[in-house]
């Protein structure tokens, strides 16, 4: 008798993948711990260099496995959606505990801080300028990987294509003034709990932008290589879902921190 049963589900093979990537980020952090004592950042790119060999290696047999072996049935790909949620969800509770932060600081200022908010000395950001290009800019992103959606939706390649391109260059756009806000900003990290909590919470928002442009700039490739159809295409969904996220995690962090804190 077959000890061998028909199913819908996946049972994923041995993969060197899971623990080569944790090893590259404890080699990160190491290094990153290395360069915050002694400015030597060696250790913490050479980290960063598996991690992102690792990540591509591993992307890679996941599409292998999506694609070509047709391995994500409809069950599966209910399970990722399940998964990807939930991951969305710790994000959401991620920066809640930011913002917690923020508000517990900024509603009772301390006397050490003046007894107000923003603390004596500290120059906030003008929110009508950069912050508010920002958004705009984010806002726009949000309707263009929609746009993209349907066009995907649709089975029209070049409206799904086009959509996605201007997705990934407004969001490279928005690191960019992201950057350029940091390099003049008239305080640092270390002026009190507004600078701690501005750069921890404003610079988390930009790795996950940075996170996301790199999600959207892979489904870019696959949707060149035709890997995606119209009802077949949990990988651009799950970018979506997340770049969305993003956007409205930077809407509260506009209107709390840029607008009502300054």
């Known amino acids: ?40 950042e060696k250790l913490m790119f050479m980290g960063m260099l598996i991690l992102t060999l690792t990540t591509i290696q591993w992307w890679r047999d996941v599409v292998r496995e999506s694609t070509y ?3 994500h049935t409809k069950e599966v790909m ?16 991620f920066f809640v505990s930011f913002f917690w932060t923020f508000y517990h600081s900024s509603l ?7 007894s107000s908010w923003p603390p ?14 920002n958004t705009t800019v984010l806002l726009a992103s949000g309707i ?10 649709e089975n029209n390649y070049n409206q799904a294509t086009q ?8 969001g490279l756009y928005f690191t960019a003034l992201q950057l350029y806000e940091y390099y003049e900003a008239p305080f640092t990290i270390a002026d009190s709990v507004f600078g701690s909590t501005f750069f921890v919470a404003t610079g988390f928002h930009g790795l996950h932008v940075i996170i996301g442009t790199t999600f959207l700039i892979t489904c870019l490739s696959r949707m060149l290589f035709m890997h995606f159809t119209s009802n077949h295409h949990f990988g651009f969904e799950a970018a979506a879902w997340y770049w969305h996220f993003v956007d409205v995690v930077w809407l509260f962090l506009y209107v709390s921190i840029y607008w009502w804190g300054s």
Not at 78 to 93: A, D, K, N, P
Not at 120 to 133: C, D, H, K, T
């Open 108 to 114: 009772a200022p301390a006397i050490e801080l003046g």
């Open 69 to 71: 072996q047709g391995c």
């Open 144 to 153: 263009t990987i929609t746009w993209s959606h349907h066009g995907l939706l």
């Open 78 to 93: 209910t399970g990722l959606r399940w998964g990807m949620i939930l991951f969305i969800v710790s994000e959401v509770f």
């Open 163 to 170: 959509g996605l391109i201007f997705t990934i260059i407004l």
């Open 1 to 40: 008798m077959s000890m061998h049963t028909n199913h819908p589900y996946h049972l994923v093979t041995y993969s060197p993948w899971p623990i080569v990537a944790a090893f590259s980020i404890m080699v990160a952090m190491l290094g990153f711990i290395k360069f915050s004592y002694e400015f030597n």
């Open 120 to 133: 004596l000395g500290i120059i906030p950001f003008n929110a009508l300028q950069v912050p508010l290009l």
